[in-house]
């Protein structure tokens, strides 16, 4: 073999080794998802051991979705949406199968996905068909040049993107219904979050939380989603803040990704979600800082109750709620994980 | 009279000098109310002196309705209300009555306004009954628990309040007809704001821009508020950032009072109207320091156009766009007053 030739051969493995030594690296950067399945008046003493099993179950298998996802490399987007699915999928959670029935009987589902690394953004409000809204929330985001899209004009675009309407019986749970039928007797709207649980067999009836996801990929990306069912009697095409970028979702690769849950209209107000952003961009603050001064002093002045989750580019959580319980979980590629119900 | 009587009698008439003296000082505060019809492509080559002559008569009118209440001592939130509902019901702005149309061939309103006071808001999104869609936005903040309600539901609210609902024929426009059907034969969706202008009788065809309205009244409170048609040829229940609180729309009598025009995408995704405010509070900037770094560099560097009226609790006023004009209006109680469509 020539001795140019040789010289090319070597400079070309020297080039593999280093591409596959960087491939390498970036794979074995650290990665991090947390969850929650919303907040409210979640107390221990109200729940059976049973129950408690049920949802530490279904929020390890969300979070698990996710985390497998970012261990394989792939995107924080990815492993929020896959995350959020499975708790859409599920009875337990005010968000997809699980959602609340409005005043009308019918169930309008919101959702918002944002990618921390273009500031993109998808959103949907009052869908009545869409079996995993946090899916559509990504093909707004992927597919159209719009944020977002409400009602029927957002289920066309679904159907124009082969995406497989259900039928509105889909989500149809007869505890939930025979609880907004007694909600509709005493004439008063009340907010799932804020729920009371007097009992045992009240609280089976009930279904809390609008459900959430942020995540730290290995390619340094962070992203946030929020999917729900709103509120229990809802009334007047009532949209919260789940899918309204700012208020209950946001993400941005320099400060922070953020779901929250909770009396939505104070999310909305407050814009809390960007507020947490805004605090550690302005004023330095930490995201468990941001993320706790928001919740529990910002939010808690005004009256407004609920918590979110957040996480920065370095994989540090915080998960501050402001009620009695908030269903949450996290797991880190450092090993750390938690699945938890009630206050520590 | 005895001498406790007269004692007595004198001690009213102090207390009634007192009050009085106080409510004057009140009523002697300065106030201030700004307003745009929309940002745009918008050239003085491409606009006759008829035209130019309509829209700032227009503008005069509308910043002397909010003007004359606030001179009163009318709410910040009754003058933004009643500037709006003077360019709602002109032909002239992309709101209201000169709301552009839909691919369906309909007209979707978008509207919020938000009280810097007590961080009330309301806000209302594809609304297509509705005259003055601000005023809805109003009724949902002051009648309502809620923040935002879409669609159908939303009307059915202004019914139950008596407001009276309008067939979709008093949106037709004959001239913003023929430009959708031209437009779908292009096949491609044009963002109103950024129309091009190419002659004098395609501007004629076009209505210009979402309006807003920010004020400050005697009383030291702020308000911000926005309407839209939003785009023309939109499709899918797309909403843009005026019906988002901190988007479009954000008031809080501790920073300032803020109303968004320009590609609402880019507005929802950087949070536009709550990052002026955020960047008052946490890095001390002046209302048009913020504004300026919000429209001039944050967003340009995205790409993101438009513009943006802001006002604080001192009268401030700022008025930045990025694009090459802005219909805009500002009138002070010290007697400053302009009216203005092109850069300077």
Redesign the interface.
Known sequence: MPRHKIIMLLYLLICAQICYSQNKSAMTKKFAIAIHGGAGTILKKNMTELQEKEYKQKLDEALNAGYVILEKGGSAIDATEAAIKIMEDSPLFNAGKGAVFTNAETNELDAAI?NGNT???GAV??VTHIKNPISLAKLVMNK???????????E??AKQHKMILVDTSYFFDENRFNQLQKLKQTEK?KLNHSDEQGDISNFKDSKFGTVGAVALDQHGNIAAATSTGGMTNK??????DSP????GT?ANNNTCAVSCTGH??FF????VA??VS??ME??NMSVIEAANYVINEKLMK?GGSGGLIAIDKNGNIAMPFNTEGMYRAYKKSSGEIDVLIFKQ
């Not at 159209?144 to 957002?154: F, K, Q, T």
């Not at 309204?244 to 208020?247: E, H, M, T």
């Not at 909305?268 to 814009?271: D, F, G, L, Q």
Request: glycine share 16%.
């Open positions: 944002m500031l993109e953004a409000a009052g159209s040049e719009h944020v977002l899209m409400i009602g029927s004009g957002a066309n675009f709207t009334k007047y095409g009532r949209v919260g309204i970028i700012g208020a946001y939505g209209e909305i107000r407050n814009v960007y507020d805004a605090l302005y004023k005004l």
